[in-house]
């Protein structure tokens, strides 16, 4: 059961889903990977005791990115740098009055989190990286990561009709109602959640 209200911070015109649960100091942003969801989150238990233990020494707050979960989705041929993450992160914090925060990344959103710590480290007082790199492409000064040819078939397959994913359909992900569909607003189920981690690494 969702213990809390999914509420939403203006970014221009987009709407940033996010949520504030416990009490703090310190503050504490968690974000999951593009396949998260704040609302969706909720339904798993392990997930659910997992956030409801970060909220018993925080306050927790969890926000999408948009383009993922219940924010606004974003178009397929303009995807939003990963200096975008910063902005979003920004225009949630502001608007639940919070000045420095520790954050909690994961996946994909790893990268991005970084890049919010590098470039406002005033507003960072922790980083923890939950199962993630600085990038996941390899390059020549990155040859840990994982080779061009590799992550293209594996887009392919993951995106490719009739492969295992948790979307029905072709091209159409099925999802849950958020509350901005149940507010009478467009929901983000229409929109790909694309992961980060197959666009070109800026850090």
Known sequence: MQPVETKYAWLGR????YQVFGQGPPDLVVTFGSFGHVDVA?????????????????????????????????????????????????????EVGSERVAIMAH??????????????????????????????VAA??????????????????????????PWSGCGQPAGPATNASAAGRPSTSAAWPVPGPFRRSTV
Not at 143 to 151: A, D, E, K, T, Y
Request: aromatic content about 8%; overall charge neutral.
């Open 107 to 136: 996946v994909d959103a790893g990268a991005m989190a970084m890049l919010f710590a590098a470039t406002r480290p005033e507003r960072t007082s922790a980083l923890v990286l939950v199962n993630t790199s600085a990038k996941w």
């Open 42 to 94: 909720w339904e798993d238990p392990g997930i659910a005791l997992f956030l409801r233990t970060l909220a018993s020494f925080s306050r927790l707050i969890l926000f999408d990115r948009r383009g993922t979960g219940a924010s606004d989705p974003v178009l397929l041929d303009a995807l939003p740098p990963w200096e975008m993450y910063a902005e979003e992160l920004d225009a949630v914090l502001d």
């Open 14 to 17: 987009d709407r940033i889903a």
């Open 140 to 165: 020549d000064d990155y040859p840990v990561g994982i080779p061009l040819r590799s992550r293209r078939r594996s887009w392919r397959r993951l995106t490719s009709c009739g492969a295992p994913r």
